[in-house]
């Protein structure tokens, strides 16, 4: 009676104890419903014309003309997100900054350029002529910013600002804007915009 009761406790905690998360990907399955239905052991039968691809002797055994007509639809939507804020930059869950030195470390002949504090992981077409330039620079002659020892950025820039709404009282001045507008526009020709 004892065993029996703990073995139940153990199973019924076994059963609510979490278990651990992990990426499976997607199948697709392969080609022949017949081929499907016997679970993919259709390798010594093979007398469709699915025989071309599980076994093509199988063809040999085939007589008349045959027509086969198959498709798969796949319909996939796919989609991740880091819930919560980390450490290293709660404004930007997207791209944690180990991850970046990470990714410097491992390529010793780039350069890595940061924006702490801002809100969005990618700044480049920004406005901010710190990124821009340093990006602008590599890609008509491919020069890098130096790169600085260390397990840190290379560049500090400021980050992208927040987006203003339309119609917002605070609006750049004119020649500002059209500095701006030029060097985005260099960036974007290099960049085949």
Same mark, same amino acid.
């Given at each position: 009676?004892?065993? !029996?009761?703990?073995?139940?406790?153990?199973?019924?905690?076994?059963? =609510?104890?979490?278990?651990?998360?992990?990426?499976?990907?997607?199948?697709?399955?392969?080609? /022949?419903? $017949?081929?499907?239905?016997?679970?993919?052991?259709?390798?010594?039968k093979?007398?469709d014309?699915?025989?071309?691809?599980?076994?093509?002797?199988?063809?040999?055994?085939?007589?008349?003309?045959?027509?086969?007509?198959?498709?798969?639809?796949y319909?996939?939507?796919?989609s991740?997100?880091?819930?919560?804020?980390?450490p290293?930059?709660?404004?930007?869950?997207?791209?944690?900054? +180990? /991850?970046?030195?990470?990714?410097?470390?491992?390529?010793?002949?780039?350069?890595?350029?940061?924006?702490?504090?801002?809100? !969005?992981?990618?700044?480049?077409?920004?406005?901010?002529s *710190?990124v821009?330039?340093?990006?602008?620079?590599?890609?008509?002659?491919?020069?890098?910013?130096?790169?600085?020892?260390?397990?840190h950025?290379?560049?500090? *820039?400021?980050p992208?600002?927040? +987006?203003? +709404?339309?119609?917002?009282?605070?609006?750049?001045?004119?020649?500002?804007?059209?500095?701006?507008?030029?060097?985005?526009? !260099? =960036?974007? $020709?290099?960049?085949?915009?």
């Amino acid at each position: 009676m004892h065993r !029996t009761a703990a073995a139940g406790v153990l199973i019924v905690l076994g059963l =609510l104890s979490p278990g651990r998360a992990r990426a499976g990907g997607f199948e697709i399955p392969d080609n /022949g419903t $017949q081929a499907l239905g016997r679970g993919a052991a259709f390798v010594a039968k093979a007398d469709d014309p699915t025989a071309i691809y599980w076994n093509p002797a199988g063809l040999a055994r085939q007589r008349g003309t045959k027509l086969y007509v198959g498709a798969n639809v796949y319909l996939h939507s796919f989609s991740f997100a880091r819930i919560g804020n980390f450490p290293d930059d709660p404004n930007d869950a997207a791209t944690p900054y +180990p /991850g970046s030195l990470e990714v410097r470390k491992r390529y010793p002949n780039s350069s890595l350029i940061s924006a702490p504090g801002g809100t !969005t992981h990618a700044g480049s077409l920004s406005g901010v002529s *710190c990124v821009d330039d340093k990006i602008a620079d590599y890609l008509a002659t491919g020069t890098l910013p130096k790169r600085l020892p260390g397990n840190h950025s290379d560049v500090q *820039c400021s980050p992208v600002p927040p +987006p203003v +709404p339309d119609g917002a009282a605070a609006q750049k001045s004119d020649s500002s804007a059209k500095a701006a507008q030029e060097k985005q526009s !260099t =960036l974007a $020709q290099l960049l085949h915009f």
